[in-house]
């Protein structure tokens, strides 16, 4: 295990897959994450306008770096239907050494990731 004091999980809701995949894919082009996790099927009941509200959601979950997420945050906010998006940001305290150093080399704005190859995050 390593100290994860630079690397950042954000989540994020979207409406829908289709909405989902597209913020995904934009965040993975922009190298602001270097996984993305998409899981449709979430419930989500909320104040919204005053009152109590209820919607189908797809959650996604972003890995990459606490350098990145202001970048992340505002691409988010560009692309998302939502007038209020959610964005939460959470600091892991520790990590794989080997998945921290993948997740740096992958937000990298210049070069290919390197390192670590991984068939899912």
Request: aromatic share 10%; charged share 25%; with cysteine.
């Amino acid at each position: 295990m390593k100290k994860a004091a630079k690397y950042a999980v954000a989540l994020v809701m979207a409406p829908d897959l289709k909405t989902a995949r597209l913020l995904a894919h934009a965040a993975l082009r922009g190298r602001l994450a270097a996984c993305v996790n998409v899981l449709p099927g979430w419930d989500s009941h909320y104040w919204w306008n005053g009152k109590i509200e209820r919607a189908g959601e797809t959650l996604l979950i972003f890995k990459s770096t606490r350098r990145r997420m202001a970048a992340l945050e505002k691409m988010v906010a560009a692309k998302h239907p939502y007038e209020t998006p959610e964005f939460l940001v959470f600091q892991p305290s520790a990590g794989s050494e080997d998945y921290l150093e993948w997740i740096k080399s992958s937000v990298r704005l210049h070069g290919r990731s390197q390192g670590v190859r991984r068939k899912s995050g």
